[in-house]
């Protein structure tokens, strides 16, 4: 984790900020915290009830320890899941609408907060709160990755190699990445859609093909991890999934999904060359050929082919 000059990520965000910062969340702001999350779900409480409780949960996001409290939080397994999450929405509260006004510092020190909560995942979290932190890495991707943010592609390798609750991470940033990237909907990503393309293209696409399609290209942009590239990742991953008891494994399952919707979002903007050197088609028919209901018609697999054809 890179958090500037060896300090833990708490100690970047905090020396980068002028207030006064305290380490930790006290156990007094916890249980108003519980309690205010509580009484926003209780069938029991007011409606006037609700909105101060809502109220004293975005006033507390603006709080300048937010960042420090949001990651003590999520990071806790000891917490319930509700405050762990509303840990999370601290952190995303500052990435969207703070960041800006953050030192670079700063931003290194919660850029340190999302990896280590990326590498802390586990098989046991709510499926939202792994979701959640993904999302976090994203946004934070469309605001630094390959400017601030070199290494990314290396850490998204690492977390690849741990677990497959790991790799749901990846592939959750993967495919948010490509869609909202190349789309052009998404008014962060826009602002950055030249750098964050050509990243994209870096990663995913293996170094032969880049070399002998794009020889001009930047080459002092170093943001790839290896020289296979994540198409090739995907379609191996493909095979793995279907080569093992994805049928009565529901996790195996689920990642063989979750991989086609990664390369299906991929397909429009991808190098054509790419496709035929990874072998996208033959994975994706084996996937096609599958006697699983749930593969036949998560995402619409044919979409993958046919997004294929119109990029060749």
Known sequence: MDAGDGQTPQAALQNGGGSTQHNGTSQNDLSQVLEALQAIYASTSSNDTRRQATEY?????????????????ANDRSQPAALRHYGLTLLEYSIKYKWEDFTAEQGTGLRGYVIELARNVADNDPVYIRNKVAQLWTEIAKRSWGAEWLDMDEQLVALWTNSLHHQAVVLYVLETLSEEVFNREDPTAGL????????????????????????TRDKNLEVRSGEEGWLKRLCANLNWCLGHDYQNQESIKTCAVKTMNALRAAMPWIIPKAIGATQVIEAVCKALAVPVVEMQLVERPKLILESILTSL
Do not use: M, N
């Open 57 to 73: 949960l975005e006033q507390a996001k603006r709080h300048p320890d937010a960042p420090s409290q949001g990651y003590t939080l």
């Open 192 to 215: 950055r859609g030249s750098d964050l393309g050509r990243a994209c293209v870096e990663i995913f696409t293996p170094i032969a093909v880049l070399q002998e399609h794009l020889p």
